[in-house]
């Protein structure tokens, strides 16, 4: 059985979005284009046609994957989580060894963007960090060793 797939509601309806652009508008309009190519003759030279089908291809297995999410896919909204702990969807402020201040929220692996500080609850960072309070300090071994944070916050807000 696989794994469930923690998502924001935001996350979730981007996959979904995604799946429905794909289904519903490319992959009738890339059929079109191969049926049109298919229609000129020979097709072991027609590049319409060969890049066609690997486009087909390309979005059937996109498809797939995304289907395969969704239905794994178990949505929660930060914004109704009352608790004191760091869990799935909290947004937490950790101090480093140097004082330094960073920020991550802990989203789903489709959902990742570290360069907005957000981090996946599977990640070495996020999965030390859940469970954890304020104040609590925690070891994080990184590719350049291992690293010391103090939790400073926790806060619970929807995801955007």
Known sequence: MEKKNYISPHGHKKLVTELEELTRVERP???????????????????????????????????????????????????????????????????????????????????????QGRISWQSPIGSTLIGKSEGDEVTIKIPAGETTYEVVSIKYQSIQ
């Open 29 to 115: 309009e890339v059929t079109k284009l191969v049926s049109w190519a298919a229609s000129n003759g020979d097709r072991s030279e027609n590049a319409d046609y060969i890049y066609g089908k690997r486009r087909l291809r390309e979005i059937d297995r996109r498809i797939r994957f995304l289907s395969k999410r969704l239905d794994a896919a178990l949505v929660v909204d930060p914004a109704t989580i009352k608790s004191e702990k760091i869990q799935f969807g909290a947004t937490v402020t950790v101090t480093d060894e140097e004082g330094k201040n960073k920020t991550f929220t802990i989203v789903g692996v489709d959902e990742v963007d570290t360069s």
